[in-house]
């Protein structure tokens, strides 16, 4: 028979081994060495001190009581662990980026470092944990009860031995926890002893389930009969209170102070996650796999009445299975010793950050760089802390008297944790969450929570029964279990969803009433965003040499060693002297607060810098001067994007440009051979007929006169050639003079008619419709009447047809007025057709001797009456079509 | 704060393009699955609540069925979380091998 003595023993011996394997994993871990206390495998069971004692003993009393419903605060973390691809994975992210010490440091350091919300987040956490802690008081006693029950040589009393444990466990606590000071660092050898504790108690909870199914049942077939013939073998859950605990526990799975220490802080590599994804739930299922067998057993065995919360324990006693008791012993214990060290450890550090700090601070107004260690002052801080939080849970006990069952005080823990979702939920995905938000839907949530659950729930009547009966001063609708009037529901469900839901209502809509402040601002994007940037917000404006200062502070923050080391490196970042104090530039500040968060809190940090720096904290000022010159940096970048496009814009016309001039001096060069050529044609046969005018003898009067008329005709050629090329020089230089005048189509017409016709050798007939051409034009004559005689010329010169035919006819078409000239001969081939206004260009052989500067000087100045000549293909002959602009004639109507 | 305004207004000089490779397709509608695994195990753990109950006078189910319907399906999220897992591991390794790991997100 196990005694009370060997119990006591057995402990001792358990926690001196947990000991020795803490300190010898941070021996290996300071050392460099030990990879396997990074792995995932130890942060996964690190994070089952999700399972405490109140799992181990209370899930089997609460499946005794209501069936399946115990498994609900298993499936809420499930759930959080399979989401944290969104969930987790951010959080984590967001812990290591911002260096968060705590939750209540991730909720202050969101909404603008404000230590307010922290001590609030804090004094929240305080309260939710002291029943949580006193719970485990209460299942470490009991379970020692059991034993002591069992040997009546013992002196028990259960007074002395809830004080024993619980001075017991805070010793234990302050010698794990606070062993060094910076919270952010890893405690690899916590974590490692935690993570041994966990396989302790699954191993203790799957041998009493085997000693069940298989040792006492007879089997899986016979455990599953016996459970559906027990009296919880029917499925019978409360709707309400299924949902709720599920997303209670899911909720506080986040929230509560330790599992964000193992989850966040302690969390080595954020891929941890990926493994803990699905080895944290299959913790979790194998932990309550044994759990109804074990309780349907035990009310199969034990007598009526016996307590089914330590059915772990005396099942096992009643079979005579002392050793698996004692297992089963060692696994509760287990439960409770890690959940409260970890949970100490997260409250002092809460506690010693956002409370003693910032008192100490206030205290000692302007003088954070004076002597002395702070670093003292913080682990002493963290140690009277937890003993504070000890002594808190031990009162709680006393005061709850400890009768209420295991599952209700956890339960009361979550809800009031939970109050902190909406703001850590908001403050991670929405960017409109304000510090104020938060404050109000904290404290509704809080005030709900306290008055719905904690004091109705305290036996020794702080509310009076009254109150609950008929509501404060006899008003009805604040009944503390009946918020307006609505009764019936069961008192958890009940105080979840008027807490949570109000707290959510409040926080969303003070948040969009109320406006941030610009460090909120800042954080807020840097929480929401903290995928796309893990850079943090730039505060500080460090202007003065206060480098000594914050030396001095540093190193009593961070010890002597590393506070020189971390200048001389920042020092040599900046110039590469590594002698020197490093400039406190706002960069070097930002690291140097960062550092300092790690070990005292984001927003504790903030402030002892701010007493050194001045300006405590980020002004719009500073804020406004980061966005002008981020501003300036746009404008300018903008100005160069200008400059760049203008220059891109004139090297193109420039290249245009060259490519204009290389074309019009080919086009001169084209210009000059063909002016060149043209001109030597005559100047050969006017040279050689003066020259046998001049030299040959005897030439006949007939001759001399034919010679002569050749040499004449040739000069004329020669003239007319060089009158052309000066009108069309005139005409492209736009120097011409326009001669306006006012006539009809017709009159026009008659006369380049006439004129075209006088003086040539062919005969073509002309084809009029006078009626359409009584169209009055306000251009100059002479020169359209050029056009006009050059175009008839033209059909008469080259039309091919026997009996040449030229029509000639107007229309008004859209505006213009439209003359076509169209001969009844073979047209211009259709390869020539792009040819025929070019200069020099000439269709077919130089029989009519035109020098082919036409059609040139026809372009030309229809572009200077401001219409245009255009040859008309597909008309049978040879077709052109000058338009005119009709503008003048509406005028003139 | 990184790059102010940086491929915001204006257009990028290499526009990404509008259809992904089929490799990063499929990262995407991975992350898509993960994000839908909770509501997925929300819904299966709800339905429970559906089933007759001793209150209501109907046959009630036997606790025993209870048991087994649960554990499965918390069995069936364990697995699709390690599928997951393995599948997240591949992807981080591709990520980390090839450098346009921008593009991924989201």
């Known amino acids: ?76 973390p499930t759930l959080v662990m399979v989401s944290w691809w969104w969930g987790l994975r951010k959080l984590v992210r967001i812990g290591r980026s911002q260096r968060v010490t705590s939750i209540a440091d991730l909720i202050s350091s969101r909404y603008g470092k404000s230590n307010t919300l922290a001590v609030c987040v804090t004094i929240l956490a305080v309260l939710g944990g002291t029943p949580y ?26 007074g002395s031995s809830v004080f024993w444990v619980a001075a017991g466990l805070a010793v234990f606590a302050i010698l794990f926890g606070t062993r060094n000071l910076d919270a952010n660092e890893r405690h690899h050898g916590v974590v490692t002893a935690i993570a041994l504790e966990s396989v302790v108690k699954l191993f203790a909870l799957l041998a009493v389930g085997v000693f069940v199914v298989w040792g006492v049942a007879g089997g899986l077939g016979p455990m599953m009969d016996q459970i559906d013939a027990s009296e919880i073998g029917q499925w019978h859950v409360d709707a309400g209170r299924w949902t709720t605990f599920i997303f209670l526990s899911a909720a506080a799975f986040v929230c509560l102070p330790r599992m964000f220490q193992v989850m966040v802080v302690e969390n080595d590599d954020e891929s941890h996650l990926r493994t803990a994804a699905w080895a944290f739930p299959l913790y979790l299922l194998l932990m309550s796999l044994f759990v109804v067998p074990i309780a349907v057993v035990g009310l199969d065995l034990m007598p009526e009445g016996s307590n089914p919360d330590l059915f772990v324990l005396t099942v096992p006693l009643s079979q005579g299975n002392d050793w698996l008791a004692m297992l089963s012993f060692i696994g509760g214990f287990s439960s409770a010793t890690s959940m409260v060290i970890v949970t100490a450890m997260a409250l002092s550090t809460m506690v010693s950050n956002h409370v003693v700090m910032p008192i100490w601070l206030n205290t000692q107004e302007g003088t954070a760089s004076v002597s002395g260690d702070v670093r003292t002052i913080v682990l002493m801080a963290r140690r009277v802390s937890i003993a504070v939080i000890m002594a808190l849970g031990y009162f709680y006990f006393q005061l709850s008297g400890g009768g209420a069952a295991l599952t209700s005080i956890g339960l009361v823990a979550f809800a009031g944790i939970s109050q902190i979702l909406p703001a ?108 796309d940037h893990s850079v943090s ?102 100005q160069l994007e200008v400059k760049s496009t203008e220059l891109s814009r004139t090297a193109r016309q420039l290249r245009e440009a060259n490519a204009k001039l290389t074309q019009v001096s080919m086009q001169k060069d084209a210009f000059l051979s063909q002016v060149s050529h043209e001109l030597r044609t005559p100047m050969t046969s006017i040279r050689a007929f003066s020259e046998i005018l001049r030299d040959t003898e005897g030439l006949s009067a007939d001759e001399q006169t034919r010679y002569s008329a050749i040499i004449h005709d040739e000069a004329l050629r020669l003239t007319r050639l060089l009158d052309d090329l000066l009108d069309l020089s005139v005409l492209e230089s736009g120097q011409v003079s326009l001669n306006m005048g006012d006539a009809t189509l017709t009159e026009v017409l008659d006369r380049a008619v006439s004129s075209a016709l006088a003086g040539g050798d062919r005969k073509l007939s002309v084809r009029r419709v006078r009626a359409s051409e009584r169209i009055p034009l306000h251009t100059d004559l002479d020169r359209l009447g050029q056009v006009f005689i050059n175009l ?30 169209i001969d009844n001969g073979g047209g211009i081939p259709p390869e020539a057709q792009s040819m025929v206004f070019e200069k020099f260009a000439r269709v077919g052989s130089d029989k009519a001797g035109g020098a082919g500067l036409g059609l040139a000087i026809c372009r030309e100045i229809m572009q200077r009456l401001g219409g245009e000549v255009a040859y008309l293909p597909g008309q049978g002959g040879a077709a052109f079509r000058v338009s005119l602009p009709l503008a003048y004639r509406q005028a003139a109507q | 704060m990184s790059s102010p305004g940086e491929g915001k207004d204006r257009p990028s000089p290499v526009r990404p393009s509008l259809f992904l490779e089929r490799q990063s397709y499929r990262r995407r509608r991975l992350a898509d699955a993960a994000r839908l695994l909770p509501f997925l195990g929300a819904a299966m753990l709800a339905l429970p609540l559906l089933w007759p109950d001793e209150s209501e006078g109907a046959q009630a189910l036997p606790l025993s069925s209870a048991i087994f319907y649960i554990f499965a399906c918390w069995g069936v999220l364990i697995l699709i979380s390690v599928i997951f897992g393995i599948a997240a591991r591949r992807m981080a390794a591709r990520e980390n091998a090839e450098p346009e790991a921008e593009t991924w997100r989201r």
Request: some cysteine; glycine content about 10%.
């Open chain 1, 792 to 821: 008839i010329s033209n059909a008469q010169k080259y039309c091919d047809a026997d009996d040449p035919a030229l029509t000639i006819s107007a229309h008004d078409v859209g505006g213009q007025v439209v003359i076509d000239f």
């Open chain 1, 424 to 531: 850590l939920v908001g403050g991670l995905f929405w960017r409109g969450a304000t510090r104020t938000g938060a404050l109000v839907g904290l404290s509704v949530g809080f005030v709900l929570w306290i008055y719905t659950l904690l004091l109705p729930g305290m036996e020794g009547g702080i509310i009076p029964a009254s109150v609950i009966e008929h509501g404060p001063f006899g008003w009805g609708w604040l009944r503390p279990q009946a918020l307006f009037g609505i009764e019936g529901i069961d008192p958890m469900v009940h105080t979840v969803m008027w807490s949570l839901s109000l707290n959510t209502v409040a926080f969303c809509v003070v948040s969009m009433l109320s406006f941030p402040s610009p460090l909120e601002r800042l954080q807020g994007a840097q929480f929401v965003n903290v995928f």
């Open chain 1, 133 to 158: 802690i006193a719970l485990q008081l209460q299942s470490i006693t009991l379970s020692f009860s059991i034993f002591a029950e069992a040997d009546p040589t013992g002196l028990y009393r259960e």
């Open chain 1, 537 to 638: 917000a730039r505060g500080w404006t460090g202007s003065v040499a206060q480098s000594e200062d914050l030396m001095i502070m540093t190193q009593r923050i961070l010890g002597t060693i590393p506070a020189q080391e971390f200048f001389q490196a920042e020092a040599e970042r900046q110039n590469g002297r590594p002698g020197r104090l490093p400039e406190p530039t706002p960069q070097f500040l930002e690291r140097l607060e960062r550092e300092l968060s790690g070990s005292v809190g984001a927003a504790t940090a903030h402030a002892m810098i701010g007493q050194i720096v001045g300006g405590a904290s980020v002004s719009v000022e500073d804020l406004l001067a980061v966005a002008d010159e981020s501003a300036q940096m746009l404008e300018y970048s903008s």
């Open chain 1, 1 to 76: 028979m196990a005694t009370l003595n060997v119990l006591i023993l057995v402990c001792l011996g358990y926690v001196v081994l947990l000991f020795g394997v803490a300190f010898a994993a941070d021996r290996l871990a300071a050392r460099g060495g030990g990879k396997w206390l990074r792995s995932p495998l130890i942060y996964t069971l690190s994070l089952s001190i999700y399972c405490t004692a109140w799992t181990f003993y209370g899930a089997v009393g609460n499946a005794a009581r209501s069936g399946l419903e115990f498994v609900t605060i298993y499936l809420g």
